[in-house]
């Protein structure tokens, strides 16, 4: 198994580090020619969708990665990533992949100073630990998209077919449960 980390603005690193704790073979996409390999998983990782979907642009990226997840191929969004995937935006007219249905309210919980931890119930795994830095939330789910767990009222991680989204960052914790959630999901062929 191989998975892209998405690298042109973020917390990719963390991401990658997670992945090589679980012996997990990975690359940065950094760009477009990286696509060309063979793979069998994508992550979006956190930091600022506006910028991240600009650089998609800029970089010839985002037809590509937009073609890959529209066939199906598995895909988890954290934070910025979760905003790339979501079907609409309650507080921004921006759409991106537009791709997981869903409704995201950016910055939900707040600027830097409203980051925070904490612990929640996460679908199929049990309690870990959550780092939400200036993290949007779900709102609103539809079809037949999945609740995987909530906090203090407010979806904050979902599934829907091949794709994966978290209002947190798991990265961020020595948990990797939520990475290896992906992994077995990958492998299931979703």
Known sequence: MKIGVVAVQG???EHQRTLNKLNVENFLIRQKKDLEQSFDGLIFPGG???????LFT????????????????????????????????SN???????????????????????SFETKSDFA????????FIRAPYI????????ILATVDGHIVAARYHNQLGTAFHPELSDDVSVHKYFIDMIAKKV
Do not use: H, W
């Not at 600022?48 to 600009?54: D, L, P, Y």
């Not at 199929?124 to 780092?131: N, W």
């Not at 709102?139 to 999945?146: C, N």
């Open 11 to 13: 917390a990719f690193i």
């Open 139 to 146: 709102e609103q789910v539809r079809g037949d998209t999945k």
């Open 92 to 114: 921004d007219d921006k759409k991106y992949f537009a791709s997981m249905p869903i409704t995201v309210k950016r910055n939900a919980y707040g600027r830097q100073l409203g």
């Open 58 to 89: 800029e970089l010839d990226l985002f037809e590509p990665l937009n073609k890959l997840i529209k066939s199906g191929f598995p895909v988890f969004g954290t934070c910025a990533g979760l905003i790339l995937l979501a079907e609409k935006l």
């Open 48 to 54: 600022e969708s506006t910028a991240m979907g600009k």
């Open 124 to 131: 199929d795994i049990g309690e870990i630990p959550m780092v």
